[in-house]
């Protein structure tokens, strides 16, 4: 058959509101039911499976709900539901059955009542409507939304394919699509499958209740099936259920890792709280950022009188979270207590690190672990 040609809504319906074939060399007329109750049982499942194929080719899912509408006798409610639903596959298959019905197919045959298939669909569709809420003012589509269209119209419409002919074929001899190679194609990220895994768990959580007989709707919807045909939609839908996922850890072992952003000097020390200068002391403090990745850094509390020495080894230095100093090593760093600070003060904003050391020696003041917090007391020395 040849690739399919859509048609603008205009032109999809004669006059006398058959479907229009322009390719009707490759695809046939509009199946009619003309004479249908004296058909037999082969004939009757052909023309529907031709029927189910001709839809798929011509029509779109906008184009079914005039026919469902039609099928209902436009009631307002049903009406409303079909108007206000979002597009989806269940429009399509309820609106192929009614079409079927309109144009006078036996409502009962293949062991399936297609009026309670329609209605069926019609109380699904109305389960989608959007709660009603106040109006927004429009916004642009998301990344999102533009994924659920794409997907709905290129791989939700091969399910709804796929499920058409499971209906035709009510035996254990059907088959499942690649729908591996479907999200594959259209590069669905993890975020947006959730309308696939919601369509496939739909089907099954259905003939798993009328499989088991929890639901008397699922039942009578399913009673044209033998319990190997069911068992073998379930077995397909959940094999299926296992291709997404098997898609989810391939997009998975693809994906970057995400690099973290380094953060830069100042934005590290932004929340240090420290003192400017300390006009007894006749010392300033250093800009804080000399701090980040140094090996050692001099701190003075001015009003307890102690100097805090903090030295690391680490190849990444010293940082700072928060108002505290990190990555010193406990065992090289101390606190000391001043008794004339002035002279070690001095001595460490002027002099070289030799000539700091070796005063630091003399001072005969017992030392204390460091604990590296800084407050507004605390003079920067030297870093």
Known sequence: MKTKRRLPTSKKFQRNGMVSAPESPFTGEEPTWEGADEWSKDKINYMFGHALNFYNYYLDTEDYIPIIEKYVNNDKKTSSIL???????????????????????PRYHNKVDY?????????TISKMVPVKTKKVLSKRISVFELMQKKLRKEVLVYLDKMLDEWIVSPTTKIYKI???????????????LGIVVKWLEGQRDEL???RDKT?????????????PAIKKRISLLNEMLNDVDLYKSAKKATRKPRIKKEKSADKIVSKLKYQN???????????PI????????YLFNEKYRK??????????????????????????SYAIKLRKPKDILSIIVSKTERQIINALKKLTTKKISANGRVNENTIILKA
């Open 83 to 105: 108007r206000r639903a979002p597009k989806c596959v269940e429009i399509s298959i309820c609106g192929k059955i009614a079409r079927m019905l309109n144009l006078g197919m």
């Open 115 to 123: 009026g309670i298939e329609v209605e069926r669909y019609i109380q």
């Open 178 to 192: 690649n729908l591996s190679s479907l999200l594959s194609g259209v590069n669905a990220p993890i975020s947006s």
């Open 208 to 210: 798993i209740e009328a």
């Open 215 to 227: 639901s008397s709707y699922s039942v009578e919807g399913y009673s044209y099936l033998s319990k």
């Open 277 to 287: 200068s300390s006009g007894n002391f006749g010392v300033i403090s250093i800009n």
């Open 290 to 297: 000399k701090i980040v990745g140094s090996s050692k850094v």
């Open 307 to 332: 100097l805090t020495v903090l030295y690391t080894s680490s190849l990444s230095g010293l940082t700072v979270k928060g108002t505290t100093i990190r990555n010193f090593e406990d065992n090289t």
